[in-house]
């Protein structure tokens, strides 16, 4: 099963995260700390992977305007280029089943029926 964190914005396509490769990072980063607190030991790679949701929440807060959607989606037969390619061909309908399908992570998106007009 592949696992994506898709960010985008009134503008585009801002970045899609295998998620599966940062657990696969932040397991190795695990095994290491726990032996590093058994043995007593301290290396250069005691450091926590960043963590990128925190990160892209931070952009899509300070950048308001353009209107950030992050969602995490589940595939089995897409991959990123995939994604990536949905995104460049057909833009509206990734992101229409994506907000379908997906789990919302964050949005500033505005729905045009929430909009009073005087």
Known sequence: MNKFLV????????SILDINEYLHKYEEWSKR????????TRTVEDIV?????????LRAKLNSQRQYEIYTIETTD???EDLEQCFS???QMIVDLIREKGVKVYSDRI????????
């Open 78 to 80: 897409l991959s990123k």
């Open 49 to 57: 992977p960043s963590n990128p949701l925190r990160n892209l929440i």
């Open 33 to 40: 700390e726990t032996w590093r607190v058994l043995t007593e």
């Open 7 to 14: 960010m985008w914005c009134n503008q585009g396509l801002e």
């Open 89 to 91: 061909d057909t833009p």
């Open 111 to 118: 729905k045009e029926d929430n909009i009073v007009i005087r």
